[in-house]
């Protein structure tokens, strides 16, 4: 099942690649020795992924004071840490969710139309 490993995408990795570039250049201009540069590297790339995993985490929590679309990694069922993290703990949780990723679009719609159906006629 790869499609569920977490980073996601390549892309996801670009921001804590970016913040490690920034603080190795930022070391390297103000003469730092190489060792230096290499341990701004490291420590920019992990602040990116702290970063990266507050982001992801208020997108669950639907924080809309930092996001305008809360949700939305779920709703397009994209492998966040905290999905990631889910899936690896047993239960009905992880059975719901795994099945939630894993249908397709029109399913998804399908359940969910279903759903709102079932619950008007309550």
């Not at 992924?49 to 779920?74: C, F, M, P, Y």
Request: with cysteine; glycine share 6%.
């Amino acid at each position: 099942m790869d499609r569920l490993r977490y980073p996601r995408r390549a892309d996801d990795r670009i921001f804590a690649e970016i913040a490690g570039c920034f603080s190795a250049s930022g070391a390297r201009c103000s003469g730092a020795t190489p060792a230096q540069v290499e341990a701004a590297a490291r420590f920019g790339f992990q602040a990116g992924t702290a970063i990266q995993l507050s982001d992801d985490l208020g997108d669950v929590w639907n924080d809309k004071e930092r996001h305008s679309d809360g949700l939305s990694d779920i709703r397009e069922r994209r492998v966040t840490a905290a999905v990631a993290y889910a899936l690896q703990h047993e239960g009905a949780a992880q059975e719901q969710l795994r099945a939630y990723y894993q249908a397709t679009r029109h399913e998804t719609e399908t359940f969910v139309r279903d759903a709102c159906a079932d619950f008007q006629h309550q």
